[in-house]
């Protein structure tokens, strides 16, 4: 399989297993083996739809691309927010729509990854009911600890949890979100014990690190960097493979003594299985020039995005990857939510 689709900072992000997933894929692939005429497709709107609120960095990237879809293919693209279920309703609303390119999904790991593994049933099967188009925001995370707890480094965190195992305590944004998983993910990876307090969204679970009445929080750099940059927060560790160039200064956690350690919110579009082939590559090129575009490139990183671009057997590779490493945090974490 071709590696021109990522750059090379991606290819080392995603690193050679996700990679070699995709060779052979191609057969496999939703909608590989339709070569079904798509004439002037499309020839009428085309719905995106999002699994959150208006506002959400999810909806923001939608609409941006949404937006230049349209000017590029000369129809409307219109975003379509459906909240629930951890973005599930939206992911299984597009498994069901018609396989004609003209209901498309932007799902973040929750939908494909997470979601399977953590509730007791979804309305759709990620691995099978999806036509992946193509990969585009990579959102990486910090690890950060009030700028007062005498805690400077990941290593000064790992040996005060050792040294009291379940005492220190962290927030989240919610049980199963990326904030709640990736410290449990910490805590496999590191022989640690921290003890879970889910709150309901990130600026509750902010506030009460800030305050004192938790230790420690893993949240976008996007929404944590204005408490760091106002010295309330310490950053101590990213979450990407490769130093972020939204906080280069920051070690990741890979590089800190964790080698691998890998996780953050990506965003990428997919369609229902056997959506025809040429539809596919279709969106997948205007996809991949959209994200080469300085305006576009300077608008995602304006929202706290790096920009990803793969192929769209890449990115089948990838979201197989992500699914059994999410599904082994959430066994790990205990959590199943109904």
């Known amino acids: 399989?071709?590696?021109?689709?990522?750059?090379?900072?991606?290819?080392?992000?995603?690193?050679?297993?996700?990679?070699?997933?995709?060779?052979?894929?191609?057969?496999?692939?939703?909608?590989?083996?339709?070569?079904?005429?798509?004439?002037?497709?499309?020839?009428?709107?085309?719905?995106?739809?999002?699994?959150?609120?208006?506002?959400?960095?999810?909806?923001?990237?939608?609409?941006?691309?949404?937006?230049?879809?349209?000017?590029?293919?000369?129809?409307?693209?219109?975003?379509?927010n459906r909240p629930g279920q951890g973005s599930s309703i939206a992911a299984g609303a597009v498994a069901k729509s018609a396989p004609d390119g003209y209901t498309l999904l932007l799902t973040a790991p929750a939908a494909m990854a997470i979601n399977p593994n953590l509730y007791a049933k979804v309305p759709y099967d990620a691995l099978k009911d999806f036509a992946t188009i193509g990969l585009c925001s990579w959102l990486p995370y910090v690890l950060v600890v009030r700028a007062d707890s005498g805690i400077a480094t990941l290593a000064d965190l790992l040996a005060r949890a050792r040294a009291h195992p379940g005492k220190l305590t962290y927030s989240s944004s919610g049980n199963g979100t990326i904030s709640h998983l990736l410290m449990v993910l910490l805590a496999q990876r590191t022989d640690t014990k921290f003890t879970h307090v889910p709150y309901k969204g990130s600026a509750q679970a902010h506030t009460d690190l800030i305050g004192g009445q938790v230790d420690v929080n893993f949240d976008t750099i996007t929404a944590l960097m204005p408490h760091i940059r106002a010295g309330r927060l310490r950053p101590l560790a990213t979450s990407s493979l490769n130093r972020t160039p939204f906080a280069p200064d920051v070690p990741t956690v890979a590089e800190q003594g964790v080698p691998g350690f890998e996780g953050g919110a990506w965003l990428g579009f997919v369609a229902a299985a056997a959506t025809p082939r040429p539809i596919v590559e279709r969106l997948n090129r205007e996809l991949n020039q959209i994200l080469e575009e300085p305006?576009?490139?300077?608008?995602?990183?304006?929202?706290?995005?790096?920009?990803?671009?793969?192929?769209?057997?890449?990115?089948?590779?990838?979201i197989r990857t992500e699914h059994a490493k999410w599904a082994r945090v959430v066994r790990e974490s205990g959590t199943k939510l109904d």
Not at 17 to 22: F, I, R
Not at 26 to 53: E, F, M, N, S
Not at 295 to 318: C, H, Q, Y
């Open 1 to 80: 399989m071709s590696k021109s689709g990522i750059a090379s900072h991606d290819r080392r992000r995603f690193g050679r297993t996700a990679l070699a997933l995709g060779v052979g894929l191609g057969a496999g692939l939703p909608g590989a083996g339709a070569q079904t005429d798509t004439g002037d497709w499309p020839t009428r709107p085309v719905t995106i739809l999002v699994g959150y609120p208006p506002g959400n960095a999810t909806d923001t990237i939608a609409r941006l691309i949404g937006e230049r879809l349209a000017a590029r293919l000369r129809r409307p693209f219109i975003i379509e």
């Open 295 to 318: 305006d576009t490139r300077r608008r995602m990183t304006d929202a706290g995005s790096e920009i990803l671009k793969t192929t769209p057997e890449e990115f089948a590779a990838f």
